[in-house]
């Protein structure tokens, strides 16, 4: 395949912030790509866009002549063509554009290039409520996300289901504000009790319809770390502050995944803390964000078993396949994920299903969240006509 010319521009994300877009013509057609942002990111990942600015990155992207009339033959080419970009740029414009070129190479069919017959679909993580950083002005919920995870046989269920949820706890909670990722931001209600609300009506679901659905969280707690201290504002109706060092912080979570069976817990303790993990229980997914930002080197020292895969943290779509490989050799869980601001490209949902990653977290509502999920929906019944 040949790049016959490069164009990148701005959009305006789910957030209405500016993100980068690129648009690439090459030999296979015309394909675009664009890159999300976040807002709880973590300090060790790379940052989106250049200190001075994305439009600094759109017209260095414009200016860039090295890839006019250049070859790209297979996945292995893209290491070379990292090494182009300024590491200055930001990841976004690296991502924008190696999303674009795998497109353009892949003919807009990413899964069918690196995994023709796909035995199995990804999962969805849906955050149906939340608070912390994706809501300005804030709610009280110190809990970022509460997340639905059905587990089914195939990914048109597991959509109906956290559809289906993501109603029923809206007319429970009462509430119409949403986050940044469109989960249901109560404005009254503690920690504790939207653990008790989302449950009785997962566990009223669940037996009704006779499915199987797991909760997680993101506690994403570097946003709660202060001083030593993990700090909640609204933790119960009784007790609203609450305090916890390390060793009170890891007894609390341990004592969540076994009262509220939690299936998964992203983040748990602060981006610093490798050595915490040991002491807590392994039978949830124990999920690095913050933690790990898709670095394999920080992934290696780490006692996750599951980490989240966001390709514009490491700013690298070659590094982000290395560590899901390595995920998959050594029994490790990697989800790939949305931003909490986002744009209508699919492209993660792809990746999830050429790089057989087991869980996709995208949220349930919003139309730049239903795009990923409608993505794999549609290779769901492509796969099946096969
Ligand atoms: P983001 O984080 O706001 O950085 O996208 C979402 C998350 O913590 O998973
Ligand atoms: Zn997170």
Same mark, same amino acid.
């Given at each position: 395949?040949?790049?016959?010319?490069?164009?990148?521009?701005?959009?305006? =994300?789910?957030?209405?912030?500016?993100?980068? +877009?690129?648009?690439?013509?090459?030999?296979?057609?015309?394909?675009?790509?664009?890159?999300?942002?976040?807002?709880?990111?973590?300090?060790? +990942?790379?940052?989106?866009?250049?200190?001075?600015?994305?439009?600094?990155?759109?017209?260095?992207?414009?200016?860039?002549?090295?890839?006019? #009339?250049?070859?790209?033959?297979?996945?292995?080419?893209?290491?070379? $063509?990292?090494?182009?970009?300024?590491?200055?740029?930001?990841?976004?414009?690296?991502?924008?554009?190696?999303?674009?070129?795998?497109?353009?190479?892949?003919?807009?069919? $990413?899964?069918?290039?690196?995994?023709?017959?796909?035995?199995?679909?990804?999962?969805?993580?849906?955050?149906?409520?939340?608070?912390?950083?994706?809501? $300005?002005?804030?709610?009280?919920?110190?809990?970022? +996300?509460?997340?639905?995870?059905?587990?089914?046989?195939?990914?048109?269920?597991?959509?109906?289901? #956290?559809? =289906?949820?993501?109603?029923?706890?809206?007319?429970?909670?009462?509430?119409?504000?949403?986050?940044? +990722?469109?989960?249901?931001?109560?404005?009254?209600?503690?920690?504790?009790?939207?653990?008790?609300?989302?449950?009785?009506?997962?566990?009223?679901?669940?037996?009704?319809?006779?499915?199987?659905?797991?909760?997680?969280?993101?506690?994403?707690?570097?946003?709660?770390?202060?001083?030593?201290?993990?700090?909640?504002?609204?933790?119960?109706? !009784?007790?609203?502050?609450? =305090?916890?060092?390390?060793?009170?912080?890891?007894?609390?979570?341990?004592?969540?995944?076994?009262?509220?069976? *939690?299936?998964?817990?992203?983040?748990?303790?602060?981006?610093?803390?490798?050595?915490?993990?040991?002491? *807590?229980?392994? !039978?949830?997914?124990?999920?690095?964000?913050? *933690?790990?930002?898709? =670095? $394999? @080197?920080?992934?290696?020292?780490?006692?996750? #078993?599951?980490?989240?895969?966001?390709?514009?943290?490491?700013?690298?779509?070659?590094?982000?396949?290395?560590?899901?490989?390595?995920?998959?050799?050594?029994?490790?869980?990697?989800?790939?994920?949305? @931003?909490?601001?986002?744009?209508?490209?699919?492209?993660?949902?792809?990746?999830?299903?050429?790089?057989?990653?087991?869980?996709?977290?995208?949220?349930?509502?919003?139309?730049?969240?239903?795009?990923?999920?409608?993505?794999?929906?549609?290779?769901?019944?492509?796969?099946?006509?096969?």
């Amino acid at each position: 395949m040949i790049i016959k010319g490069v164009k990148a521009r701005i959009i305006m =994300d789910s957030r209405k912030n500016p993100a980068i +877009e690129v648009i690439l013509n090459t030999s296979n057609g015309i394909y675009r790509a664009s890159a999300p942002s976040g807002a709880s990111t973590g300090k060790f +990942e790379i940052r989106a866009y250049p200190k001075a600015g994305i439009n600094v990155a759109v017209d260095y992207l414009n200016n860039l002549k090295k890839f006019k #009339n250049y070859h790209v033959n297979d996945f292995n080419d893209f290491r070379k $063509i990292e090494k182009f970009f300024n590491p200055s740029m930001g990841g976004n414009v690296i991502i924008a554009f190696e999303f674009a070129l795998l497109k353009s190479l892949a003919k807009g069919k $990413i899964w069918k290039f690196f995994n023709p017959r796909p035995k199995q679909l990804p999962l969805p993580v849906g955050n149906v409520v939340g608070g912390g950083a994706h809501l $300005i002005p804030k709610n009280k919920l110190d809990i970022q +996300e509460y997340l639905l995870i059905p587990h089914t046989a195939t990914f048109k269920e597991a959509v109906k289901i #956290n559809n =289906d949820l993501y109603r029923l706890i809206g007319k429970k909670l009462k509430t119409k504000r949403k986050t940044d +990722e469109g989960a249901w931001a109560p404005e009254n209600i503690s920690d504790l009790e939207a653990f008790d609300i989302i449950i009785s009506v997962m566990k009223d679901y669940s037996e009704k319809q006779g499915v199987d659905v797991h909760l997680g969280i993101d506690l994403a707690s570097s946003q709660l770390y202060n001083k030593r201290r993990y700090s909640y504002d609204n933790f119960s109706p !009784s007790q609203k502050k609450k =305090d916890f060092i390390k060793k009170d912080q890891i007894a609390l979570i341990n004592d969540w995944i076994n009262r509220y069976h *939690l299936a998964y817990i992203e983040d748990p303790l602060e981006e610093q803390d490798f050595s915490g993990y040991k002491n *807590l229980d392994h !039978s949830a997914l124990l999920v690095g964000d913050d *933690l790990i930002v898709t =670095d $394999i @080197r920080r992934l290696k020292k780490s006692f996750v #078993n599951a980490v989240i895969i966001k390709p514009n943290q490491i700013g690298s779509l070659v590094k982000t396949k290395e560590i899901v490989d390595y995920c998959l050799k050594k029994n490790i869980v990697p989800i790939i994920s949305h @931003r909490s601001g986002e744009t209508l490209d699919a492209t993660i949902s792809q990746l999830a299903v050429a790089w057989k990653i087991p869980f996709i977290k995208c949220g349930i509502n919003g139309k730049e969240r239903e795009a990923k999920l409608k993505e794999i929906l549609r290779i769901e019944k492509e796969i099946k006509r096969d």
